[in-house]
């Protein structure tokens, strides 16, 4: 049984600071790596505002928080992963290069380490092949705000070991989540599902029928949805939707996935949604 003690989390942007987050919360030591200096002191402010937070809501202590932080390291080099016993990757969502970082973990890790994607749709299968190892290579799909959402999507490549499915699956509990497996396919089941109903809520409103206020609060009453569609859209980030319909668009080579034409206007505007203050809604800087 491969035993999971130490982790280490490529990518501090909106999914990695999180995933680091609940690792070290969790008693687990974790390393966070990132490009930029820039970028994970960005990441340590993000998890210092959501641990007190935490505090102000009596879910955490300020004694537990501190513990929380100091679990975290932080370092621009990739190094440090060979001593981590499972890497989780939370870079950008293109194939190549999470294939260029898997190689090189290849030639920085001992062959035991896992190696887990967040990816949001990219075939597993593909990226597993990217590896000397590919049995070592697994999805573990996080959902946004990492520290508040329950579930984990656990993705078995074609290649993917039992062994390594069982630890993630094990890692998944012990970090206070609940863990979900699905075979590999484009978008999975969540952004299969999800994608496609934003998408369509896009189309209603590029046809007119509907503010986009009308079009939200309908499936909220009507469909008894927390948030609506397009306001689920602005909080993933319109970026990451278009990413996630073009994979099952040109994954499936099925016309039913085409991305609507305004989103792809939306995101050329840099219209992305929360992260740049505008997407369906205006959001005003805190
Ligand atoms: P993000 O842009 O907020 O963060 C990505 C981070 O990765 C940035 O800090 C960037 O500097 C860093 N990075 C880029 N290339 C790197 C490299 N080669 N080495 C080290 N660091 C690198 O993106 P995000 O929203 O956190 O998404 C990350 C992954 O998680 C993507 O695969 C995305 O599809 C997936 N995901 C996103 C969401 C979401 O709601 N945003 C949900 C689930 C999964």
């Known amino acids: 049984m491969t035993e999971i003690s130490t982790i280490g989390v490529i990518g501090a942007g909106t999914m990695g600071n999180g995933i680091a987050q609940v690792c070290a919360a969790a008693g687990y030591p974790v390393v966070l790596q990132d490009l930029s200096e ?23 202590t300020a004694a537990q928080a501190a513990e929380t932080v ?25 194939l190549e290069v ?19 994607s967040n990816t949001s749709s990219i075939s597993l299968t593909q990226l597993a092949a990217a590896s000397a190892h590919p049995g070592r290579v697994i999805g573990m799909h996080f959902f946004n705000p990492v520290p508040v959402m329950q579930l984990v999507e656990i993705i078995r490549a074609l290649q993917t070991t039992d062994e390594v499915a069982e630890a993630v699956t094990a890692l998944t509990v012990a970090i206070g989540k609940t863990p979900r497996v699905s075979k590999d396919s484009y ?49 993933i980030g319109l970026d990451v939707v278009l990413n ?36 369906f809604r205006e959001y005003p800087a805190a």
């Open 244 to 279: 996630i319909m073009e994979t099952l668009y040109h994954g499936f080579d099925d016309p039913k996935y085409r991305p609507s034409p305004l989103l792809k206007q939306m995101v050329h505007a840099g219209y992305l949604g929360r992260k740049t203050g505008r997407g």
């Open 38 to 60: 820039e970028a994970l002191t960005l990441a340590c402010q993000t998890m210092e505002s959501s641990l007190a937070r935490q505090i102000r809501k009596g879910t955490l």
């Open 187 to 235: 978008g999975f089941i969540v952004n299969r599902l999800l994608a496609p109903q934003i998408n369509e809520a896009i189309n209603c409103v590029a046809e007119g029928l509907a503010t986009p206020d009308d079009i939200d609060s309908m499936m909220k009453l009507g469909a008894n949805h927390p948030m609506g569609p397009l306001a689920l859209g602005d909080l």
């Open 98 to 116: 999470k294939s260029t970082i898997i190689g090189k973990l290849d030639a920085i890790c001992p062959a035991t380490t896992v190696f887990a």
């Open 70 to 94: 100091a679990r975290i390291t932080t370092t621009t080099s990739l190094d440090p992963m060979a001593d981590s016993d499972i890497v989780i990757e939370a870079i950008v969502e293109r």
